[in-house]
């Protein structure tokens, strides 16, 4: 199982965490000292805002529901949901984001974070979760973790129930390593065509969404029921 580079996401620090690794847009998040810190405070809040709509768009999402983060970082968007949903819960690969989401939780009692090996969802029960969201993560995946991730996605999912899962738009994610080799630890597979990231979800009934950023598409739907 070829995995991406766990090292890169790893950091002392929760601002780098942050700013460095989670929301990265030029001009106000990198280190420099010109950087304020509020406008990165004010960056935060505005772009959850924005990715919670983008998530639950066209999912008819109820109180009651368990739902699930794949790649949740520091927790920012299970803050967000945990007034939403009845429980909350995400996984990383990196220690020191599981370790800041820790922390970062703290007062949300209904979210729990777990620290997974890149590919599995191994700590998680069969049909236990209402909905599986994902954002600003599988463009760092390779194409094997990311097989892996939708079949253990369908195992944890109930019948019938929800995923809103993005993705770079195909033939993309390539273009990005034109930024540097630093950058290039970051960049995971490139579908193709759309065709091929419809591919891995034969097993659901989903539709395929252009974001209004025009870089990412979204998966959404239902996981079929078994015949
Ligand atoms: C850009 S951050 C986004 C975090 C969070 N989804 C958010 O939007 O705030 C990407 C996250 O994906 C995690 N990640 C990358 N590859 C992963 C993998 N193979 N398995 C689990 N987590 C992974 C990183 O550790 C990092 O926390």
Redesign the pocket.
């Known amino acids: 199982m070829k995995?991406?580079n766990?090292y890169t996401?790893e950091t002392k620090n929760i601002r780098r965490a942050m700013f460095d690794?989670?929301?990265i847009v030029p001009g106000i998040t990198s280190n420099h000292p010109k950087h304020k810190e509020d406008d990165k405070d004010q960056l935060w809040l505005e772009r959850s805002e924005l990715?919670t709509q983008s998530i639950l768009t066209d999912i008819p999402y109820e109180k009651d529901w368990k739902v699930l983060?794949?790649?949740?970082?520091?927790g920012?968007?299970m803050a967000t949901f945990s007034d939403k949903f009845k429980q909350v819960d995400g996984?990383?690969?990196?220690e020191s984001?599981i370790e800041f989401s820790k922390k970062y939780l703290k007062d949300y009692q209904n979210c729990n974070t777990y620290l997974?090996n890149?590919?599995d969802l191994s700590e998680l029960k069969d049909n236990s979760y209402d909905f599986v969201y994902?954002?600003?993560?599988f463009q760092?995946?390779?194409k094997d973790?990311i097989d892996s991730?939708i079949k253990e996605i369908q195992r944890v999912l109930k019948d019938s129930k929800y995923i809103s899962l993005q993705f770079m738009k195909p033939s993309t994610n390539k273009l990005r390593k034109g930024a540097g080799p630093a950058w290039s630890h970051f960049i995971?597979h490139d579908f193709k065509t759309h065709s091929d990231l419809l591919e891995l979800f034969k097993d659901f009934d989903v539709n395929y969404q252009i974001d209004n950023n025009n870089q990412w598409v979204w998966i959404k739907g239902i996981k079929n029921e078994l015949r």
């Open positions: 995995v991406n766990r996401w690794k989670i929301l990715h983060d794949v790649g949740c970082g520091i920012r968007m996984v990383d690969f990196s984001m997974n890149g590919y994902s954002i600003i993560t760092h995946i390779s973790a991730y995971g």
